[in-house]
């Protein structure tokens, strides 16, 4: 199931690439199902598409300040994609420890089809799509040690137990600023759904900036089973960093969605908070940058805090035997 997905993966992104002649590759890309009505073809696509990147990658290379934050950036997309891998995996729990994790097949993948991207417009008629995907869906059964043991880990203070109120704002900047995935109904959007976001289920909600988006696995796999994460991107720049972000991250859920069943994509849910009013509500009143926290939330109330290095961490382990909710 993951080579078939992936190599789909591959195909959704491979369609949009120009061809030597300058037209859009002729590599269908039909969702999940075979029934060719996947998100691929949403939004900037085809030749237009890749000169988009090329442009953007322009950009990129030269201001180290949005090299950083592409980078972050890319490992979001990576987790995303490694995490729909593993939920597809039925044999992961029979496979050693260094196969349960495959955000680094996933870095491999995203490494090939960026590159194939840049070389398509760079080079006109080098690349060969198919030999591409076929690559990619290789790229499944990558014997890569994926071992999931951060070195700070064991050093990460518990969580502070807190007894406070939660509601996510109704209407936000965050929604007017989440672009073309934001829904006529209003509201903060989950961009790996497309859909609104949900606030009121229990789980973690980390309030990260672009600098720091890769800490959001350290709550993904440390979370109880069930619970739901939340990353609330951020920034001290939103008018320069959360258009970047709704660029880089649309291309890999675009792709997801219309190549993975639903059943298999990741439970994060991804939001961009362009006003920081997503972060004010979670108790986070100044963002920038470098922002890291994390609230732990049960029954409507935040029960646990952590701010800093290991915040997602603390926040998904935080020992709720010890927390008393006030009555509601």
């Not at 969702?31 to 691929?40: I, L, V």
């Not at 972060?279 to 890291?292: F, K, L, N, Q, R």
Request: net charge negative; proline share 7%.
């Amino acid at each position: 199931a993951g080579r078939t997905a992936l190599a789909a993966f591959a195909r959704a992104w491979m369609a949009r690439l120009p061809l030597a002649d300058g037209r859009s590759a002729c590599v269908t890309s039909g969702g999940a199902d075979g029934d060719g009505d996947g998100d691929a073809g949403r939004g900037v696509g085809g030749d237009a598409g890749a000169r988009l990147d090329t442009h953007l990658m322009s950009e990129v290379l030269a201001d180290d300040r949005i090299r950083q934050a592409y980078g972050q950036l890319m490992k979001l997309n990576a987790i995303l994609l490694g995490l729909a891998l593993e939920r597809l995996s039925p044999g992961v729990r029979e496979r050693p420890a260094t196969r349960t994790r495959l955000v680094r097949v996933a870095e491999s993948a995203l490494t090939a089809l960026h590159g194939a991207r840049q070389l398509a417009d760079a080079a006109p008629g080098f690349v060969e799509p198919f030999t591409v995907i076929a690559a990619c869906e290789r790229l499944a059964d990558l014997d890569v040690d994926g071992h999931w043991d951060p070195p700070h880990l064991p050093y990460v203070p518990p969580a502070r137990p807190v007894d406070e109120a939660w509601s996510a704002p109704e209407e936000t900047a965050a929604a007017r600023g989440a672009g073309p995935e934001a829904l006529a109904a209003g509201g903060p959007v989950d961009v790996v759904r497309d859909a609104p976001a949900r606030f009121a289920d229990d789980g973690v909600l980390a309030v990260l900036g672009v600098h720091r988006l890769e800490a959001v696995e350290e709550a993904v796999r440390a979370a109880p089973p069930g619970a739901r994460v939340t990353v609330v991107l951020v920034s001290g720049h939103p008018d320069e960093f959360i258009p970047l972000a709704r660029l880089a991250v649309a291309d890999v859920v675009g792709c997801l969605r219309s190549s993975f069943p639903a059943a298999s994509w990741p439970r994060l849910q991804v939001v961009y908070d362009a006003s920081g009013a997503l972060a004010a509500a979670a108790g986070v009143p100044s963002v920038s940058d470098g922002t890291e926290s994390a609230v732990r939330i049960v029954d409507g109330r935040i029960v646990a805090r952590a701010d800093g290095r290991g915040a997602c961490h603390a926040a998904a382990t935080a020992n709720l035997a010890h927390l008393t909710p006030a009555p509601r």
